[in-house]
């Protein structure tokens, strides 16, 4: 069945057209990658189909009473207000249930009749107690009893511990807002999913997770991503937007490069051949028209009529121009780069870390990873000189020369040109050298004339580049280098980091980036680190084999504790014997999702260790007996409090 159509769309601003022809349909279920470059018209297209943007041509079709859901990059947060009666407040909590505002309306009816109940008489009693009874149904029905605990563990899963659910609003960053506002359309769960940029914000654990749920998901969902990972386990259509046009591959994101390869090789073949005869019948037209005989007239016309009545191959346009560009070496450092001791950094009322040590030598490639809030950016900013440790110390090695890359920016001029900001930075240079080196990153024409404060984000980050690259240097030290990047240009900033022949530190959550580029990993803790000497893959292995001996040891643990908990639900249901048949169900479901989670977990570090494919399908299936786990828990636990 078609969830979601387009026929036609196109939007333009003034006379530039930014989308034309957009035509592509979705069955339901379909899960569907929007790509393309920074500036393509991945944001228009979704805005057109929420409607916010009406389309200059073409229609969207939607399918009858399917709910649509989206999430914009760093939404801003659209607070929502309840009844006075109602749950809904300006709290995390409260927000999270205002995506259900049918059931808080319900909730506090049914409060409210209770209340009334206390008092009435005859016929009131009679109307009211009828009216308990229909509404009450209803509610359950509609997910009534479970709603506030989806809520909460959407909370949880996206990085809100308790602590964080009666917390006002105005006290939260951008970054958890958008988050909250991701938690709570995942919460209501729309049939037509919308996200752009959902992983901004997210530390690695949460992005892991947030991929498994939506790769679970069972509904159409539309998602703009620069993370390569993320896509390939994700979807599995792909929507590639290039020069104003769009094309729909049957494939994930890996999948979709080979083919539009493959496409753009057959095309450029096709465009080839037919000039080839194109050229093959003009020199006989010509030929025969310098006879310019009758029957030579008439053989060159025929001639000509064969070149007209050609369906005309175009020829493929080149792919949109990426940035190029490579990094300047300040020769060899000491083999010595550098030496953490026993780092420690808290703020006020926040511990970030202690007791961090690790030693970094000549041509590691060091990434930095962690939860978010353990503290990676400022160490970063500890090791580059932006801000001073507790206690602890650092040592740079003999002959280091520092490249520092920060991801917030702050080291460009609001108020200067993009010309004058690298032109200043560098005054030695020509102009014709700065133009060049701004061309390298796609500033061309009156784009140098911009001031810095009208830039996007990837033109923000480009610039920081271009800025990096005419320095020389022999250490890199790179906080988030891959944020606000599209992958053409990620794809070109891997390709230089792996051809400098420096060292490299840096905090990425790209896990794309982390793969290619790592030959150890630092994992902050709260008392220390990971030092891992391999890459992201193998890192998460070995993690996984840590956990998993845990996991063993609890396990052995477990009988005793089930035992209590069956013996507590016994002696409930005793007491309330209309709700023992459902535990018991419950119980038994538990148990044997806990075991097929457990056979799941032995086979992925046993005989499927070595299958990738038989691995992945265990992981699937992983994410998805969790997410039942997660939800029998939630109900075990309202069957107790109730």
Known sequence: MISISTSNLAYRVGARDILSDVTFSLEEGDHLAIVGVNG????????????????????????????????????????????????????VLGQMYAAFPELCRMEARLAQIERELQTAQGET?????????????????DGGLHYKSRCK?????????????????EKLSGGQRTRLALARLLSREPDILLLDEPTNHLDMDTMIWLEGHLASYKKTLLLVSHDRYFLDRVTNKTLDIEHGKATLYKASYSGFLKLKEEHRAAMEKKYE???????????????QRQWNR????????????AIDRMEKVERPMDAPKAIRFAFNDAGESGNDVLSVRKLEKAFPGKELFKNLSFEVKKRDHVLILGPNGCGKSTLIKILVGKMAPDAGKIEFGYNVSIGYYDQENQN???????????????????????????????????DIEKTVSVLSGGERARLTLAKLILSKMNVLILDEPTNHLDIQSREALENALSAFDGTIIAVSHDRYFIEKLATRIVAISADGCDDFRGGYDAYVQWKNRMAAGTAQAVEEEKPSSQKEEYLARKQEAARLRQREK???????????????????????????????????????????????????????????GE
């Open 412 to 446: 460009l001029d609001p108020k200067k040109t993009v010309l004058a900001e690298l032109w200043d930075a560098y005054p030695a240079l020509t102009q014709t050298e700065v133009r060049n080196t701004l061309a390298l990153f796609l500033f061309r024409g009156d």
């Open 40 to 91: 393509s018209g991945k944001s228009t297209l979704m805005r057109m189909i929420t409607g916010e943007y009406t389309p200059d041509e073409g229609a969207v079709f939607i399918a009858k009473d399917k709910t649509v859901g989206m999430l914009e990059q760093d939404d801003a947060f659209n607070l929502l207000r309840g009844d006075p009666d109602s749950p809904i407040d300006e709290t």
């Open 582 to 640: 459902r535990k018991v169900t419950i119980a038994a479901e538990i148990e044997a999702t806990e075991k097929r989670l457990a056979e799941i977990q032995d086979e992925l570090f046993g005989d499927a260790a070595s299958d990738y494919k038989r691995a992945a399908e265990l992981d699937d299936e992983r994410i998805t007996v969790e997410d039942r786990l997660m939800q029998l828990y939630e109900e075990e636990e309202e069957l107790k």
């Open 273 to 287: 051949i037919q000039q080839k005869e194109i050229a093959r019948l003009e020199a006989y037209i010509a030929q």
């Open 153 to 169: 563990s959407f909370l949880v899963r996206l990085g809100f511990a308790e602590t964080f659910h009666g917390m006002p609003i």
């Open 294 to 305: 009758e029957r030579n007239i008439i053989a060159a016309e025929s001639r000509e009529k």
């Open 125 to 141: 009693l009679t109307r009211l107690s009828s009216e308990f009874a229909t509404l009450n149904t209803r509610f359950a029905a």
